[in-house]
T-cell receptor, first 109, second 116 residues
């Protein structure tokens, strides 16, 4: 059974700092890994999807890397802003999504 | 992009009653949809997978008779919480797979169910 772990569980940084969110998964036989953002009481917004054959994906200030062999993915958010405050979830897709518990990010103005 | 519309966003019901949550794919056909449950400060737990025109597949520990899933068309899946109790209060989210294999998923906006 796929197990997904996210570290840290919570993170608080001043505005402008770069954010590094970690995700690890136990079974490397995945199609892809997807990062989501969840605001309180809301659904999930897809941020980035990295196919198993890719090493990284970038969208604006967001960059996600994937090392399938070691079962790790990292989400980098450059120059954080208060609007980045949310919970970030990673999910490993082996034809079914397995989610981590998330990292709750607070960016202080 | 592919959008999944979920409603209601919030519902309060009395203990013992049933509640139906709808999930619609607006601009694509979703042959497979997924239902998740999320407790406060916890991750999403997959409850069941619904396939259009066939019976849903439930995850271990999920009561089939309590959580009825219907996927009667390629654009609509429903979750009915029957005889709801306070412990069923939770955040329910639906999702649709985009295409086959490793294409990704899109999610509804979630339903906050409170049973009083």
């Amino acid at each position: 059974k796929q197990e997904v772990t996210q570290i840290p569980a919570a993170l608080s940084v001043p505005e402008g700092e770069n954010l590094v969110l970690n995700c690890s998964f136990t079974d490397s036989a995945i199609y892809n890994l997807q990062w989501f953002r969840q605001d309180p009481g809301k659904g999930l917004t897809s941020l980035l999807l990295i196919q198993s054959s890719q090493r990284e994906q970038t969208s604006g200030r967001l960059n996600a890397s994937l090392d399938k062999s070691s079962g790790r993915s990292t989400l980098y958010i450059a120059a954080s802003q208060p609007g980045d405050s949310a919970t970030y979830l990673c999910a490993a897709n082996d034809y079914k999504l397995s989610f981590g518990a998330g990292t709750t990010v607070t960016v202080r103005a | 992009g592919a959008v999944v519309s979920q409603h209601p966003s919030r519902v309060i019901c009395k203990s013992g009653t049933s509640v139906k949550i709808e999930c619609r794919s607006l601009d694509f056909q979703a042959t497979t949809m997924f239902w998740y449950r999320q407790f406060p400060k916890q991750s999403l737990m997959l409850m069941a997978t619904s396939n259009e025109g066939s019976k849903a597949t439930y995850e271990q520990g999920v009561e089939k008779d309590k959580f009825l899933i219907n996927h009667a068309s390629l654009t609509l899946s429903t979750l009915t919480v029957t005889s709801a109790h306070p412990e069923d209060s939770s955040f329910y989210i639906c999702s649709a797979r985009l295409g086959t294999g490793g294409i990704g998923y899109t999610f509804g906006s979630g339903t906050r169910l409170t049973v009083v």
